[in-house]
């Protein structure tokens, strides 16, 4: 399913905020989440966009935030918008679904208090660029 893929791309990316990590992670947690061929196909790319645009999405984060101080944000939730902001400027899945996904890891990783402060920033976001 993708929402294992999705869950393997957390958490290399969380991994990412600590240490340098290894391709090997990708490949132990794939693995170990059985992943299939084309979920480990959709994961590489959901991951290397992500990474590839972490800068752009770190600053659109910022902003939306509405002067809370991203070092501040948790680093699930950042996560979290990571993988959902990805996919909604990618375009492949409806934005409903990309947001709905990004919660379930926010819900099944962060704190209750969390899943309103992204639900939040995914609206703004959506929003603010007219997405329908």
Request: charged share 30%; net charge negative.
């Amino acid at each position: 399913m993708r929402k294992d893929a999705r869950e393997v791309v957390f958490k290399v990316l969380y991994s990412e905020l600590y240490a340098d990590v290894s391709e090997e992670l990708f490949s132990d947690l794939s693995k170990e989440a059985d992943l299939t061929e084309s979920e480990v196909t959709f994961a590489c790319s959901l991951l290397k966009s992500s990474r590839e645009k972490k800068d752009v999405l770190d600053g659109i984060i910022g902003e939306l935030a509405n002067n809370y101080d991203l070092k501040r944000i948790y680093p699930t939730d950042k996560c979290a918008l990571y993988i959902g902001l990805t996919e909604i400027m990618g375009g492949e899945v409806p934005y409903i679904v990309a947001i709905d996904e990004a919660l379930s890891l926010c819900k099944k990783y962060s704190t209750p208090e969390s899943l309103g402060f992204v639900n939040g920033i995914f609206a703004e976001y959506v929003k603010r660029n007219k997405i329908a």
